[in-house]
């Protein structure tokens, strides 16, 4: 049963223009949520995250929706540049119900045309 | 202040052989994790720790075993390898279970022939 759901494995956009990545979860106790990025041979590195209590984190060139109601949430890169093309896995977490671990979703492979 | 690493970067096992995974932390994190990561697929817990002499398992335990002698230190150990444990394995260490971020190291790439 995969809780964290992406369903878009991969995704090109052109550079300088908006890239959308897109999360879905099932399970409705999640309440903090991450998005991680993964470069070729190297390990994930957090990117950003958004608490249940909030609709919208913002960092630089990088926003997180989310929508509790949808069980959905979205990364938002504008502009996109040809250096964010990597791999990028949302995550869910519990901690206000005690579960600490993280879930994973599958990934989307971004791809940032020059 | 290296974060996290990883030893070996590649390994190429024979079935029913065994290895040791390594994985240091210098951050003094209390949480370290194992994670694998098949094509395709998104990143599976299979064991994690919760300080020095606690550990418990993940999502897909079998075939694994770990232990956590030091806070630095958190080895993974392949006892008889098969096939389907040829896959990517990530550890990570996180300061405080919850909202605190958790750091990865860059992976081990083993391969079960």
């Known amino acids: 049963d995969q809780q964290v759901k992406q369903n878009s494995p991969s995704l090109s956009v052109q550079e300088g223009r908006i890239s959308i990545l897109n999360c879905d979860y099932t399970?409705?106790?999640?309440?903090?949520f991450l998005w991680y990025k993964k470069y070729p041979a190297e390990g994930p590195t957090f990117l950003i995250s958004?608490?249940?209590?909030?609709d919208k984190n913002e960092d630089g060139r990088f926003t997180v929706f989310l929508n509790k109601s949808a069980k959905h949430l979205s990364l938002h890169i504008v502009p996109s540049q040809p250096g964010d093309s990597a791999v990028y896995f949302c995550?869910?977490?519990?901690?206000?119900?005690?579960?600490?671990?993280?879930?994973f979703g599958t990934g989307t492979r971004l791809k940032v045309l020059a | 202040n290296a974060g996290v690493t990883q030893t070996p970067k590649f390994r190429i096992l024979k079935i029913g052989q065994s290895m040791t995974l390594q994985c240091t932390q210098d951050m003094n994190h209390n949480y370290m994790y194992w994670y694998r990561q098949d094509p395709g697929m998104g990143l599976k817990l299979i064991y994690y720790s919760v300080g020095a002499g606690i550990t418990d398992k993940g999502e897909v335990p079998n075939g694994y075993n770990v232990s956590r002698s030091t806070t630095e230190d958190f080895p993974l150990r392949l006892e008889l390898a098969a096939p389907s444990q040829t896959s990517v394995y990530f550890c990570?260490?996180?300061?405080?279970?919850?909202?605190?971020?958790?750091?990865f190291g860059p992976g081990t790439r083993l391969t079960v022939l």
């Open positions: 995550a869910a977490t519990a901690p206000g119900s005690g579960t600490y671990k993280y879930i």
């Open positions: 958004i608490s249940s209590i909030k």
């Open positions: 990570a260490a996180q300061r405080e279970r919850g909202t605190d971020t958790q750091y």
């Open positions: 399970n409705s106790m999640f309440d903090y």
